[in-house]
């Protein structure tokens, strides 16, 4: 299962840090996403929170389902 982790620059909630181990120690596909001079609060009313977003979703809607077992989904 494919995850997008968005992380905020400035979060003094959960440091970049700590977002940065928990994408590196995802055991499936991911992109990480750092939002410059962000903070822990309000980000999901940032446009480029949003953009990100969108931009993960049409990369995962593009590329092949797999069913698990190595095998494209209707193969």
Do not use: C, K
């Not at 049409?58 to 077992?69: A, C, L, T, V, W």
């Amino acid at each position: 299962m494919p995850a997008l982790f968005v992380l905020a620059e400035r979060d003094d909630v959960t440091p970049v840090e700590r977002g940065a181990a928990l994408a590196h120690a995802w055991g499936g596909p991911q992109h990480t996403v750092t939002l410059a001079g962000a903070r822990h609060y309000g980000i999901e009313r940032s446009d480029w929170f949003w953009n990100a977003v969108g931009e993960f979703l049409r990369q995962i809607e593009s590329e092949p389902r797999h069913n698990g077992y190595g095998l494209e989904a209707g193969s």
